[in-house]
């Protein structure tokens, strides 16, 4: 493959998606490499399953143009099928057969090639560590094992790019561990993971982020990247004396977009610590506290989702006013 | 193709007949139907309770009243003694028709002149009405008949017969009009069409319900394989109900098998395509399955109606029998009641046969082009 499309595992230009007035998916463009772990992430409703449903031809889209694998989502969709796997967050596998019959059933569905069937079965089998149960009926399976054989199914046919949307939500912490370690496992095998999640620690897992709001791509870049330069705020750790009774000083000061607590600290969004610090500290002395240590602290990642959130709102908000 | 369609027929075969709820439902439920319906549905009348009101008490009277006991239609359950318990006993509906004989009903007889009898019938269920009252008309004129003979014989001396022309009318194809026989074949159709109907309609929306429709449409599974594979099992299933219920008909019901039983196969295979088509189209607009269920209640309903199984269509307003043209079931029983009771051939049947096949072929097509493998 020789043009642009063809070293990118998934191409999007302004796509769009509206179902009647609403505006499900807002004019998104991005570029996912081969190899990589993609996380898509975004409350819910912002159009995360909408935007993958579209990749995976499930849904069509009303406007724009992607690719993935190099094919149109437009008009090759049965090509695109053939060449990844999907798996959603309702592990859409019979409850009726047996995990072995649902196995027989993928792998029959896909065209696994007949010599390679058996082999395929004992790696779903391995990897989703469900060799005693082969002939347990699968609604018995608890949520964590029916995903892992969810997983297995749609990587029968060895696909080169997999779709998870929300794969662990209603998992426990420990299922979701693993469930990652296979994640990992298939990328350092080349495979390109696309994944839709609203955990914040999954999203540190990821080689690359997209964060979509109300249908629109807010920020896209490393989970550093968005520490660092996305970051249009910076946070303030402040430690002191009745940091309950402190918060409500702090938060009316100037400069101060945001406070909250976070274990006996405070922390303040404001887009310059070096002016609010001395400031702060000058009116809580005032006021009587005790202040302790202040400095300006890395963001998590649920910090910059939440202020890039908040921008967006508030960008959105005047816009409103100003229509008005 | 041939790969995914097997793998799909496997799954729901394993789906379907894992299920002992559905299990009972596929081949408990048509036997135990057409055996109580083959007993219930009947629209022969005999031993219609009747009472009798004699003042005349003479050997004429108790004459007709044994002839009236004697058809086998009438079952004389009392014998009244006054006016007013005649009401009574319409009332309460220990009897449905009363004989009321005058006094001096023998006298006028031998004296030659005109003797005068009363029938009143309860009229509320028109068809058992009708019927018992052709039977008492029967009985009174054969009455009539031997009297007249007797008279004949009297005057003149001589045996004549008091009727020089008569009427001996044969049914044919079912000579004793048993009402089974016409009934029996019909339940038959109207089985086949609601487990073929609701059973498609569902198993196709319950994968859209539960999700794994989902999962489904992101295989390159083509839709031709996704809706044979859906269809097949239940044409199978269908095939093998109507074999359970024919061997019931002939064999416990006693219903002749005169016709050339293949015809029975094709027409069954014509049959199924459009209820399959009707099953698949159901799914097609419906996203629950108990829409899906609703859906096919309201289809068949007026289908049953429409159909010629209990009313004949050349009874209904011609705009109706116009309508019920596009109503697969019609065909079907004419197919089926003629393979069991006439041994027609296809020279005859052909446009029955093509009938079905337009309305099915049609609704398949229609249903299939619905189908998507996208969402919304």
């Known amino acids: ?130 060799q005693e149960h082969r002939h347990t009926r699968t609604g018995l399976l608890p949520a964590g094992w029916k995903q892992r054989l969810s997983l297995g199914c749609a990587l029968l046919h060895e696909p080169r790019i997999l779709f998870l949307d929300e794969p662990t939500s209603g998992v426990d912490p420990l299922s979701r561990r693993t469930f990652w370690d296979l994640i990992y496992e298939m990328a350092s095998q080349g495979v390109t993971v696309f994944v839709t999640t609203h955990y914040m620690e999954e999203a540190e897992y990821c080689d690359r982020l997209a964060l979509i709001y109300r249908g629109e791509l807010v920020a896209l870049g490393t989970p550093s990247d968005m520490k660092g330069s996305l970051m249009a705020d910076q946070v303030l750790s402040v430690s002191c004396e009745r940091p309950h009774e402190a918060l409500g000083v702090a938060a009316g000061l100037e400069g101060v977009r945001d406070a909250a607590l976070f274990g006996r600290d405070i922390h303040l969004m404001t887009e310059d610590a070096g002016d609010l610090a001395p400031r702060l500290r000058q009116v809580l002395e005032a006021r009587g506290f005790q202040v302790g240590t202040m400095e300006p602290i ?14 967006r709102d508030r960008a959105d908000g005047s816009q409103q006013e100003f229509k008005a | 193709m041939l790969e995914r369609l097997i793998r799909m027929l496997i799954k729901e075969f394993i789906q379907v007949l894992r299920n002992p709820r559905m ?40 004459d007709l009243v044994a002839r009236f006991e004697g058809s086998g239609c009438f079952d ?131 994968e859209r319900e539960v999700g794994t429709m989902e999962q489904i449409m992101v295989t390159p599974i083509g839709r031709l394989e996704f809706i044979l594979g859906k269809t097949i099992p ?30 029975l196969f094709l027409g069954t295979a014509l049959y199924l395509l459009s209820t399959l088509g009707i099953g698949l189209f159901i799914s097609t607009v419906s996203s629950t399955q108990q829409q899906a269920m609703m859906t096919a209640f309201f289809f068949m309903l007026p289908a049953f109606m429409l159909s010629g199984f209990v009313y004949p269509i050349a009874n209904m307003p011609k705009i109706v029998q116009i309508l019920t043209l596009l109503n697969p079931i019609r065909y079907y029983l004419v197919i089926i009641r003629s393979v069991f009771l006439k041994d027609l051939s296809l020279g005859v049947l052909w446009p029955q046969m093509l009938g079905l096949l337009l309305l099915g072929g049609t609704m398949l097509l229609l249903a299939a082009s619905r189908f998507r493998k996208t969402m919304s």
């Open chain 2, 23 to 62: 299990r009972a439902v596929l081949f408990v439920m048509p036997v135990a139907q057409v055996i109580i319906i083959g007993y219930a549905v009947n629209t022969d009348v005999r031993h219609v309770p009747m009472a009798v009101y004699d003042l005349d008490r003479t050997p004429a009277t108790r």
């Open chain 2, 234 to 263: 239940f044409a199978m299933i269908g095939f093998v109900d109507v074999a359970i219920i024919a061997l019931i008909s002939v064999f416990w019901f006693q219903v002749p098998l005169r016709g050339f039983p293949p015809y």
């Open chain 1, 298 to 311: 890395t963001p998590s990642l649920e910090d910059v989702f939440v202020s890039l959130i908040e921008a």
């Open chain 2, 76 to 206: 004389v359950v009392r014998h009244i003694g006054s006016e007013p318990e005649i009401q009574e006993i319409l009332d309460s509906g220990e009897a449905k028709a009363v004989l009321r004989l005058n006094r001096g009903f023998a006298e006028a007889l031998s004296g030659g002149g005109t003797a005068q009898a009363q029938f009143l019938l309860d009229g509320s269920d028109s068809n058992t009405a009708s019927v018992a009252l052709t039977y008492a008309a029967q009985i009174s004129g054969d009455f009539n008949r031997a009297l007249l003979g007797q008279r004949f014989a009297r005057t003149a001396g001589v045996r004549v017969d008091a009727e020089p022309v008569t009427v001996v009318s044969r049914a044919w194809f079912n000579a004793n009009l048993d009402s089974r026989h016409y009934f029996v074949p019909g339940v038959l159709a109207m089985i086949v069409a609601v487990l073929t109907i609701i059973l498609s309609s569902m198993s196709i929306v319950r």
């Open chain 1, 1 to 130: 493959m020789t043009d642009a499309a063809g070293s990118y595992a998934v191409t999007l230009r302004n796509l769009e998606r509206r179902f009647g007035e609403f505006v499900a998916v807002n004019r998104i463009s991005l570029d996912v490499r081969q190899g990589e772990i993609f996380g898509f992430l975004g409350p819910n409703g912002a159009g995360k399953s909408t935007t993958i449903r579209m990749l995976c031809g499930l849904l069509e889209p009303s406007s724009g143009e992607g690719t993935v694998a190099g094919l149109d989502i437009r008009t090759q969709r049965e090509e695109i099928k053939r060449r990844i796997g999907y798996m959603s967050q309702k592990f859409s596998l019979y409850d009726d057969l047996t995990v072995e019959e649902n196995i027989d059933f993928f792998s029959g569905i896909y065209r696994v090639p007949r010599e390679k069937k058996a082999a395929r079965k004992d790696w779903v089998l391995d990897m989703a560590n469900l």
